[in-house]
Each structure stands twice: as C-alpha cells, then as structure tokens.
C-alpha cells in the first residue's frame, strides 16, 4: 500500500515537473520556434512600432457629415529611434558574448532553439551600429511621421492641402534630433519636399509647453529623481513572473543567464525589429510569446509610475498641452482666426501624461507587482509606441451642432471624459470639460518657487540661445562679405 502510494505521488511529481517545463509547448508547438510562428508577439511596451498599433481612421471620424475642418491640433511622439548610448555600449560588449555561447551550447547539444532560430542567430551580427547613431530618429521613424501626416492630409484636403506660410501652419520640437527629424518628416508629408526647408523656430529648451516635465519641480523630486516612486515596477522585477522568464530563456538557450542578461536580450529583440519591422528579429527567438507580456508588463509598470496613473502629479503637470489646445480651439471659436494646423513634436514622457490628464486608459484597479492583468487598459505598446500621437479637429457644422471636436489617439477613435461618443463632442461640452485646463497653474501645481523656478530658468537659457544664435549668423554674414 505504502508503495503504490509512493509510486502514485512520484507519478504526480513527474507530470508536474513535466507541465511546468513545457508550459509555453501548450500554445505555441513543441518546443516554441519564432521564424516558425506565423503571429510572432510584437507588442514591445514605448519600443513597439508605429505600424503594428496604429489605428485606421475614416475621413467621418475627423469630420462630421455637414460639417467643415477648420483647425487642426496634433501632439506627436517622434518616431522609431536607435537605441541611447548605454544600450548601444550594452549591445557591443554583451551580445556578442551572448550568441557565441549560445552557439557553442548548441554545439554541446544544450538548449531548446530550433534550427532556424539558431542559424537566426548565427547570422545576425551588430553591423555599423555605434554609439554615434544614439538615440536619433531611424529611417524607420521618418516613415512612421511623413506616411501619417500624408494620412492626415488625405482625409482632410479642404484644411491641410494647402502650401506652407507662417500664419497657416505651425510647427514646435523639442531640443533633440529625434524630434527635429520627426518634424521635418511630417512636413514632407503634408507640404513634398518643400518640407525641408519650411521654417520651424528654434526649440525652447526645456520647452515649457511640449517638455513641461523638465520644469516642473515636484514631479522632479518626487518622481523623476526619486527611486521609490517606481517600486512596483522594482518588486515585479524581483517577482516569480520574472523569476520564470529568466529561467525559461536559460532553458531555451541552454546557458546560464541573468535578469541583466535577458534585459538586455529584450532590448535587442525589440529595438532590431522597431528598425526593421518587416524581418524577424534574432534575439526575439530567447523568449516565448508569455515571456514577452510579462516583459511587456514590467515595462508598462515603469510607465505607469513615471508618467500615469501611478502619482497625481505626473498628470496634474501635463496641463501646460491642453492649455495651448483649448486657446487654439477658442481663439478659432471666437474670432474665426488661427492656423490651420498645429504640429507638436515630443517624447514619450510628454505623450503619457497628456493621455493620463484626458482621463484616456485608467483602470478601474491600480497597475501593481502583483496584480499582472493580460487585459488591462495601460498598455504602452498599444497607446505609447512610437509615434505615438494624439489629433484634435475643430469642424464648423452647418446644423444645431455649431462647432465640433472630434479626437484620435494614433489614428483610433477615443471617447473622451465629456463626450458622448467616439465620434467626438460639441464645442460646448469639450469646453465645459476641458475649459478649466485655460487657467493652467503651472508654477502653482508644480511648487515651483517664484525666484528662479525651472521654467523662468528654461526660458532664461532660452533667450541666451537666440542671441548667441544670432550673434553667430552676424558673424557668419560678416565672413562672407569680407571674403
């Protein structure tokens, strides 16, 4: 008796041990295979491409039947972007080190990748990549903005087909590359090839209305530099659900690897296929499809803290956007005057707490370590990828509409707080919701002092900029007279 019942629970064990190591055979074939994977998991948290989560708008989604576009508000984050400085330097000491082992335990007849997934990676290589690419906008990314803003142009041709002037359209980027470049290919969306060369001021830097963040001193102390504000994010990092994925990979890939090991395998894997989002990425074939959503919620975790939901402030700071919005909208509403379009072009940072102030995407229960929901409504890959961006559009009706607003966030239409529907809300009720933002106190919700406060210091360096700006064009006018 005591045997049988030995033999029975030893039974059990081994079925256990069995399901447990072959949990993501169930789904995704025996074992998983990424070049086999007709539907490969694509969705990469803020480094997912544009092209796998953007919406596909209708023209009546912008404008009402009976009614006319008459100004246009878009807030954009740039692009895809090659990776910062620390993931290149990451990449080139790392990765390389990676696939020889990789390789050299298949040789030995250790891990679980099959054979195209292995030749994968033997042929995948860091070509000319280099620390001097860091951070600016892919070719990729110019794409992800000229291809959208061409959208735009398309569904609304009374408003935007219209050759470029100062007073028409207006266009504002932050101090980087990224959104420079970001900006000049939505110019050549909307205006050809003229769109080089259109004239785009100089950026504030920070700019207090699509960086506010950067001056804002609260969310600084309490959030940007304060660890502790990210320790959900911290506690999943250090939770069972990693814990597996990393043993999983070591599985897969038959060596033993870190958390840093498979942070940095992920980062490959998404990054190579935001450049290229046409061919497999290599370094994807480490992770099942339920590692990367566990990955993909770590990920979300971070956002949610840094920029949403997780702290009061980070939305109660992004009032700055809306603000300029709600003055575009009015001045247009009341006086019949205004550009347009408006184009904004910023980052992540900006675009998740402008989203998070609109009230867009809020679970009903907090993002925390330990409540993993597959279903949840934060989902940076699918309201945070690159390029991600959000489109306003003030028509005039001919009917007892009046004026009408109408809203997409990366060309999906979304019900805001206020509106009624998707397709978008009255001039009235957008205002009775949204009209508070116009006295936006800044410097108040920020508990930024009077005497030297981020932003009078921001727009200090700003107008130093423009001097030395224009003391070095004097300079170079005067050299080329002289010679």
């Known amino acids: 008796m005591e045997v049988a019942l030995l033999l029975k629970i030893f039974a059990w064990v081994l079925v256990w041990q069995f399901q447990s190591s072959t949990a993501d055979l169930d789904l995704y074939g025996d074992p998983y295979c990424l070049a086999e994977d007709p539907g490969p998991y694509v969705m990469f948290s803020s480094k997912t491409p544009y092209i796998f989560s953007r919406g596909s708008f209708s023209p009546e989604a912008l404008v009402p039947e009976g009614c ?46 099959c054979p195209e997934d292995l030749s994968n990676l033997q042929s995948w290589s860091l070509g000319v990549l280099n620390v001097s690419w860091a951070s600016i906008l892919a070719p990729e990314g110019e794409q992800e903005l000229q291809e959208l803003a061409a959208r735009y142009k398309l569904a609304l041709p009374t408003l935007l087909d219209y050759s470029f002037s100062n007073e028409s359209f207006k266009f504002r980027h932050t101090a980087s590359q990224r959104t420079k470049a970001s900006a000049r290919a939505y110019a050549r969306g909307l205006f050809g090839e003229t769109g080089d060369t259109i004239y785009i001021p100089e950026p504030l830097d920070p700019d207090p209305v699509i960086k506010f963040y950067d001056l804002c001193s609260k969310y600084i102390k309490e959030v940007d530099d304060n660890p502790e504000a990210t320790i959900e994010a911290k506690m999943f990092q250090e939770g069972p659900e990693i814990a597996k994925v990393v043993q999983e990979a070591t599985r897969r890939l038959g060596i033993n690897i870190t958390f840093g090991d498979a942070e940095t395998m992920y980062d490959a894997c998404r990054y190579y296929k935001a450049w290229d989002p046409a061919a497999l990425s290599p370094w994807c074939a480490a ?45 247009f509403v009341v006086t019949g005057q205004g550009p347009r379009g408006i184009f904004y072009f910023t980052h992540s940072g900006a675009l998740n707490k402008v989203m998070t102030r609109l009230g867009l995407y809020k679970d009903s229960v907090p993002l925390t370590h330990d409540n993993f929901d597959p279903n ?86 700003y107008n130093w900029q423009l001097i030395v700006k224009r003391l070095r064009e004097l300079w170079e006018d005067f050299i080329s007279i002289w010679h």
């Open 68 to 113: 006319e576009a008459v100004q246009a508000w878009h807030i954009c984050r740039h692009g895809t972007r090659y990776a910062g400085d620390s993931d290149i330097v990451q990449f080139e000491a790392e990765l390389p080190r990676l696939q020889k082992l990789i390789l050299e335990a298949s040789d030995a007849g250790k891990g679980e990748l």
């Open 287 to 331: 992770f099942t499809p339920e590692n990367l959503k566990v990955l993909e919620y770590w990920e979300d975790l971070l956002y949610y803290y840094e920029d949403g939901y997780g702290h009061a402030i980070n939305y109660e700071s992004a009032c700055p956007p809306i603000q300029d919005l709600v003055q575009h909208f009015r001045k």
């Open 376 to 461: 949840r409504l934060w989902r940076t890959s699918h309201n945070g990828m690159f390029a991600t961006n959000l489109a306003f559009t003030l028509s005039r009706c001919e009917d007892e509409r009046g004026w009408w607003v109408s809203t997409l966030a990366s060309e999906k239409a979304v019900q805001l707080p206020g509106c009624l529907s998707e397709q978008g809300c009255s001039w009235q009720d957008f205002y009775n919701f949204y009209g508070q933002y116009e006295a936006c106190d800044f410097d108040g919700i920020c508990e930024n002092g009077k005497k030297d406060s981020p932003r009078e210091s921001g727009e200090k360096f």
